[in-house]
């Protein structure tokens, strides 16, 4: 079975870094994008960064200087470098990715467990 696990998540201090990985595992044929969402107590999920096969990158504009996304899709993983990091960055980090499965399964989206990334003052 096909699944997203992530890692790297803790706890640091304002101004900190972390960063996280998330590696696809299973019957995978290709991946067309692997990305990274998060969440925060009372709020909506919200889209991080995404990493498209082909080396496109996208990261949510107010992010953007402090959290990058890379990747490397022959070992299956994306990564997450996260600097300068503010207690608002404090959430669940999901990883997402769309990959295309063997026998006709077609391209289909999963996702990870989250892993927890909290950021104090």
């Known amino acids: 079975q096909v699944q997203l696990v992530e890692s790297g998540g803790g706890l640091v201090q304002s101004g900190g870094s972390l960063r996280l990985s998330c590696v696809a595992s299973?019957?995978?044929?290709?991946?067309?994008?692997m990305a990274w969402f998060r969440q925060s107590p009372g709020q909506q999920r919200e889209s991080v960064a995404t990493?498209?096969?082909?080396?496109?990158?996208y990261v949510t504009g107010y992010l953007e200087g402090r959290f990058t996304i890379s990747g490397d899709f022959a070992k299956n993983t994306v990564y997450l470098h996260m600097t300068n990091l503010k207690p608002e960055d404090t959430a669940v980090y999901y990883c997402?990715?769309?990959?295309?499965?063997?026998?006709?399964?077609?391209?289909?989206?999963?996702w990870g467990q989250g892993t927890q990334v909290t950021v104090s003052s």
């Open positions: 997402n990715a769309f990959l295309s499965l063997p026998q006709r399964h077609g391209t289909r989206e999963f």
């Open positions: 299973g019957l995978i044929s290709s991946i067309h994008s």
């Open positions: 990493f498209i096969n082909g080396g496109d990158t």
